[in-house]
């Protein structure tokens, strides 16, 4: 009876050692500061993007960014085709994040486009410490350098941004989504998804 205790207790420390050392692969956990996934059960197909704290904006035009949605997995879209208008330009904004002060937050989302034939019908992502969620022009935005989808990607296919450095900012701030476009020669379309903002301490 002893012996087999002793055989038990050998196999229950073996598979702990081999759980641990496991455990030691596993990436370090990247604390969330802002996350937004556009979760499926909350769009409502092809309706105005309106989702609680966002901005969309239409700087010029009409046409706004949409909520859509494909395999279960929400995001949001902007597209000018059909507008018949000679700009749009289109913000979609996120609500107030706030960092730490030495949080080194990083930004990543994923994006991608279709129907994009010009390098003029972009996709580009600001950051501002001054916007007062009303007044999308006063606010001062400052481009980040990030991987968007373009005019060279198309296919709906989805072009991870890379980690974009925030460690310079702290306080208050938004990150936008701008998408320039027009009704005739530039009205390709642009999907955003999968927005977080988290600590690489």
């Known amino acids: 009876m002893k012996n087999i205790l002793k055989s038990f207790l050998a196999i229950v420390t073996v598979s702990i050692a081999v759980s641990c050392s496991d455990d030691t692969e596993i990436a370090p956990f990247k604390p969330l500061i802002f996350s937004e996934d556009f979760p499926e059960p909350e769009i409502d197909y092809n309706a105005t993007f309106d989702f609680e704290g966002w901005t969309n904006f239409a700087e010029t035009g009409t046409k706004l960014w949409i909520e859509r949605d494909f395999n279960n997995d929400g995001y949001i879209q902007f597209s000018p085709f059909g507008s018949s208008q000679a700009s749009n330009i289109g913000w979609a904004i996120t609500p107030a994040i706030n960092i730490s002060e030495g949080a080194n937050a990083v930004l990543s989302f994923s994006s991608a486009s279709n129907f994009v034939d010009n390098p003029e019908n972009k996709l580009e992502v600001f950051i501002a410490t001054d916007y007062d969620g009303t007044n999308v022009l006063a606010a001062t935005w400052t481009e ?45 379309l642009f999907q955003v998804d999968k927005v977080k903002v988290y600590s690489n301490n």
């Open 144 to 188: 980040l350098e990030a991987v968007v989808a373009n005019n060279t990607t198309n296919n709906y296919t989805y072009i991870p941004s890379g980690e974009i450095d925030l460690s310079s900012y702290s306080g208050t701030v938004h990150i936008a989504f701008k998408v320039t476009g027009n009704g005739t020669t530039l009205d390709g």
